[in-house]
């Protein structure tokens, strides 16, 4: 064997290639993006699917740290508002086994929500602004239909799927994702809905309120007074997630049939807080 | 916040990476070229023109990091599969670096060539946990020294 003379010069880019691997790191992370897109949408969708199979049991097994949680300042009002709300429980056919919850609250904000275990928040608010028990029961009609749709644990559903594919890919703890939703479930937190849980829940309603007054007279009156309150910057949960006022008013006065039917008053526990139009101040509301 | 950091530092990780590769690569070429004659042979015997020649090992030692942006590159590639070319061109500047470093040593030496060459590649992973950190390189082999030459350059 004899030596070579010279080393070899081999050609580059034949051992390594001479790319930056940028291109070939936007590939493969718009792949991954997409197969995470594709995953979250199929889980979420499962989520919501599965949620409503959930027994009710268990889901007020989860709230139940809600209950000790809100002492009402009105006992008076708020056990005017439980008896409003299982009148209206009954109107709208509420299943066996699950019964709603009402809590007042003393936010000055108007403002109410169905969290999980059928409880429904009411903010003393809410009830100084609406003139009549019709409004007033279309809101809670509103919130026990999201109960008997079991819209807050598909909404608890949605965003346990979330966090934890989110947490998958960020490579943190699994462990902390579901314990951060589990531990949010427990307190009255505000689930977001979707547009069409909102608008199934103001169908509901309405066909509720029919089957409890005989007609959905003075239903808009709340929908009316956040579209005159649109512009002002209070955080109004309601507003954010739900269909257009105008939109909803829409849907009310196609199912208004009799017009000038006679509203109830509020009761008079009710109308201690600021209700009934009488004592409301009138700048209040702007 | 998180999110901005690791854009942050895939940012840093590939314009650092990038510049370095690049002057690196120019580097190895240029003193490839001015290394040619030294020849390197893999063969486990001196070839008979060397027979009359002294030997004396000769190494060459490397240790290149690895970025942030090729590491990343790296584990989204790991979830497919594939040519990983982001570890490629790491693992051939650092054999390439540790060949030309031992010739750098066999001149030296006065060598003529060196015969017997062999790599050892380790993984100093230091606090990367289960990721690479960085690479070792190292390349060894017998100089070839002229009788009458040896020493002459030390």
């Known amino acids: ?7 070899p010069q081999p050609p580059e880019g034949v051992n390594s290639p001479e ?13 991954l993006a997409v197969a995470a897109v594709v995953v979250t ?3 979420v969708v499962a989520a919501q699917r599965l949620a409503p199979l959930v027994p009710f049991e268990w889901e007020r097994a989860v709230a139940r740290g809600v209950e000790p949680g809100v002492v009402s300042q009105y006992p008076q009002a708020r056990d005017a508002l439980q008896a409003l709300a299982d009148e ?6 509420l299943p066996e086994g699950m019964s709603v919850r009402v809590h007042l609250t003393d936010q ?8 999980l275990g059928g409880h429904v928040i009411v903010t003393r608010g809410l009830v100084a602004t609406l003139s009549s028990e019709n409004a007033l029961a279309m809101v809670l009609a509103h919130e026990i239909a999201h109960v008997k ?11 346990a799927v979330i966090s934890l594919v989110w947490a998958a890919i960020s490579g943190a703890t699994g462990q902390s994702g579901v314990q951060e939703v589990l531990g949010s479930a427990g307190l009255m937190t505000v689930l977001s809905f979707n547009r069409d849980m909102e608008r199934a829940a ?8 029919r089957a409890h007054y005989g007609h959905v007279a003075g239903a808009g009156e709340f929908f009316r007074h956040m579209q005159q309150r649109r512009g002002d910057a209070g955080p109004v949960d309601l507003l954010r997630t739900h269909p257009r006022s105008a939109e909803r008013l829409a849907a009310i006065a196609r199912r208004t049939r009799a017009a000038g039917a006679s509203l109830e008053p509020l009761p008079p526990p009710l109308q201690a807080l600021g209700g009934g139009g009488s004592s409301r101040p009138s700048g209040a509301v702007k | 916040m998180e999110l901005i950091l690791i854009l942050v530092l895939l940012v840093v990780g590939f314009v650092f990476g990038r510049l370095a590769e690049k002057r690196h690569y120019r580097r190895i070429r240029r003193r490839e070229l001015a290394y040619r004659g030294l020849v390197v042979v893999p063969a486990r015997s001196p070839p008979r023109e060397y027979l009359h020649h002294d030997s004396e090992l000769v190494r060459g030692n490397v240790v290149v990091s690895v970025d942030y942006f090729k590491s990343t590159l790296a584990m989204l590639r790991n979830l497919v599969g594939g040519r990983v070319s982001a570890y490629e061109s790491l693992l051939d500047r650092g054999r390439r670096e540790a060949v030309l470093r031992m010739q750098e040593q066999a001149r030296q030496f006065g060598a003529d060539a060196v015969f017997n060459m062999r790599f050892e590649t380790s993984r100093v992973s230091g606090n990367a946990g289960s990721g690479l950190g960085s690479i070792e390189v190292l390349a060894y082999g017998t100089a070839l020294i002229p009788k009458d030459r040896e020493g002459a350059a030390s």
């Open chain 1, 1 to 7: 064997m004899k030596a070579p003379r010279r080393n």
């Open chain 1, 19 to 31: 790319t930056s691997g940028l291109g070939e790191f936007l590939t493969l992370a718009a792949g």
């Open chain 1, 41 to 43: 949408a199929v889980l």
């Open chain 1, 88 to 93: 209206l429980a009954v109107a709208a056919d």
């Open chain 1, 108 to 115: 000055a904000v108007p403002n109410a929500f169905a969290t």
């Open chain 1, 149 to 159: 749709h079991r819209d807050p644990v598909r909404a608890l559903g949605r965003s």
């Open chain 1, 202 to 209: 103001d169908r509901a309603a309405l066909d509720a309120l």
